[in-house]
């Protein structure tokens, strides 16, 4: 799904620059109220975490393959404005040190991946936590739910994009069933990744996933006949690992995934690209700005042997990834903090 250079004009990829950058200052203010001094720390994580997966392409179609997005999967763990500002992270860090999806289209995959897959997963996890019953089980499934429906419509997005500014005269119809089918497809593979990632923190830290908050009823204890609510202090840790052993545990498993597991991850084309080569979409692709980066493609520049190439490349991209994610989530964090500090309220 990573677009790349000269698929989408230089007009509507300005446009979607544009509407890219709103969407991040807006992200950036509304991260202020998700992130607290619990969430702040996982935001980091779950953009390296991302960064990980993404990695790990697997089969969906004879000669396709599918990877996940992401932007559900950080909504409903951090938040909707801080998930976009995940994927963003993840897509720029993508775009400038691994010359994957074009820097002049970087507008167009912030929209597409980090944008409409963040609202549609948000909106399709929200709207299904309200009816069901309030159990980590209906977390897991409301994941499941969104995840799967916010692939083909980042797929509709792109087929809208191209609609209006694709830089090839191929019939639209024919780049709406191609990719709307194959990421149909894709995103099974995304909304099993994302609720077996939400049940396991679930069932972990419940009280860090950020879909989860309101689900936990409070401790009711007995007085005198009746019923209160017991003291925070004297309700049940619903932890089984502190917030430290998780984001350790997070991110030895991104590490793994990337320097070792995407080793075996599959090497047929993604689904954009499948249906860009199959329909005739990339025929004015462009040369990447970054292609002479030392980890273009994924792989680190003069390491011959493959395995160790990619393994260094992956595990230099989570560094690089969770590095840049948690300094951006503790300027936002630290914002907050100035902006709810007495003197800030004085100011006012």
């Known amino acids: 799904m990573h677009v790349p ?3 989408i004009n230089a007009p509507i990829s300005a446009v979607t620059g544009v509407a890219a950058a709103g969407a991040i200052a807006v992200s950036l203010r509304g991260a202020r109220r998700e992130l607290d001094e619990r969430t702040a720390p996982l935001a980091g994580l779950v953009a390296a975490f991302i960064f990980a997966v993404q ?11 599918g990877h996940l997005l992401g932007g559900a999967l950080a909504a409903i763990l951090v938040g ?3 998930g976009v500002l995940c994927v963003s992270v993840v897509l720029l860090m993508q775009g400038i040190l691994f010359a994957d999806g074009g820097l002049t289209a970087l507008g167009v995959n912030i929209t597409d991946m980090a944008l409409v897959t963040t609202v549609v997963g948000y909106a399709v996890f929200r709207g299904l936590v309200k009816v ?5 089980r209906s977390v897991t499934v409301a994941s499941f739910a969104a995840a799967l429906l916010s692939v083909p419509a980042a797929a509709v997005m792109f087929t809208f994009l191209y609609a209006i500014g694709g830089t090839t005269d191929i019939a639209v119809g024919k ?4 990719m709307i089918g194959v990421h149909v497809l894709i995103g099974i593979g995304e909304a099993a990744i994302t609720a077996l990632t939400v049940g396991a923190v679930v069932a972990v830290r419940p009280d860090l996933v950020y879909g989860a908050r309101g689900l936990q009823r409070r401790l009711k204890l007995r007085v005198n006949g009746e019923l209160v609510d017991a003291p925070t202090a004297a309700a ?7 917030r430290r052993g998780l984001w350790v545990t997070g991110l030895v498993a991104s590490l793994v995934l990337a320097g070792f597991v995407s080793f075996y991850a599959s090497a047929s084309p993604d689904g954009l690209e499948k249906v860009a080569h199959d329909q005739g979409i990339d025929k004015k692709a462009g040369k990447h700005a970054s292609s002479d980066s030392p980890l273009a493609g994924y792989g680190v520049k003069d390491v011959a042997d493959a395995r160790l190439s990619g393994g260094l490349a992956g595990v230099i991209g989570v560094g690089v990834t969770v590095v840049a994610g948690s300094g951006v989530f503790w300027a936002v964090r630290r914002r907050r903090s100035t902006d709810a500090s007495p003197t800030a309220v004085e100011k006012v």
């Open 175 to 178: 780049v709406a069933t191609a």
């Open 132 to 136: 069901l019953p309030r159990t980590r």
């Open 5 to 7: 250079d000269g698929f």
């Open 80 to 82: 909707p404005y801080t």
């Open 236 to 242: 049940p840790v619903a932890a089984r690992a502190s």
């Open 55 to 65: 990695m790990l392409n697997f089969p969906v179609a004879a000669g396709t393959s």
